[in-house]
Each structure stands twice: as structure tokens, then as C-alpha cells.
């Protein structure tokens, strides 16, 4: 009985990584290429802050998914590699949230 319930927590861990791989990927697709259209439409207003928080809301969905992977692991090694993936990721979401921050301060500013 313990098997099965620890087999359907695996298989539900896994397919939710899937998910939330899957999310991030599309979000980051459909940011760059809105921001391709916006590009050659000549609009370049707002160009890179919209790029840069579809990036961002990309990050945290793909965050979420290394968050679950660490649930599932079996050994040391694969939890030092999912700890390392999670710190760079939390890091490039920082930069990048800061980034947000300094380009709409700056919009601010031409206003």
C-alpha cells in the first residue's frame, strides 16, 4: 500500500516538473517573441521591460519546478545539483527583477 502512495506522489512530483517546465518555456517564447513584433513594428518603448518581466515570471515558474525536483531526490549528489540550479536561478531572478526596477525608474524619469 506504502508503494503505491509513494509511486503517485512521484509520478504527480514529476508530471507537476513537466508543467512547470513546460509554463516557463512558453512564457519565455511568447515574451521574446512579442518583443521581436513590438521590435520591427518600430515600438521600442517599453521594449525591454516587458521582455525582461516575461523573462522574470518565466524564472519563477522554472524556480518552482526545481523546488518540486528537490522533493524527489534520492542521493546527496542530485540534491547539491538541484541546490546549485535553484541558487542560480534565484540569483538570475534578482538581477533581472532589479533590472526591472532600474528600467522603470528611468521611464519614470523621462516622463
Known amino acids: 500500500m506504502y508503494e503505491w502512495i509513494e509511486y503517485g506522489f512521484e509520478m504527480l512530483v514529476k508530471y507537476g516538473i513537466i508543467l512547470l517546465e513546460f509554463i516557463g518555456s512558453a ?3 511568447v515574451s521574446a517573441l512579442k518583443a521581436l513584433v513590438d521590435l520591427l513594428r518600430g ?3 517599453g521594449l525591454r521591460l516587458n521582455l525582461a518581466q516575461g523573462i522574470a515570471l518565466a524564472l519563477e515558474f522554472k524556480l518552482g519546478s526545481e523546488v518540486l525536483r528537490t522533493v524527489i531526490v534520492r542521493d546527496m549528489g542530485e540534491l547539491v545539483i538541484a541546490g546549485a540550479i535553484v541558487l542560480l536561478r534565484a540569483a538570475m531572478t534578482f538581477l533581472i527583477h532589479w533590472e526591472i526596477k532600474n528600467e522603470k525608474a528611468e521611464q519614470r524619469e523621462l516622463k
Do not use: L, R, T, W
Open 43 to 45: 515600438k521600442k518603448e
Open 27 to 29: 512564457i519565455i517564447v
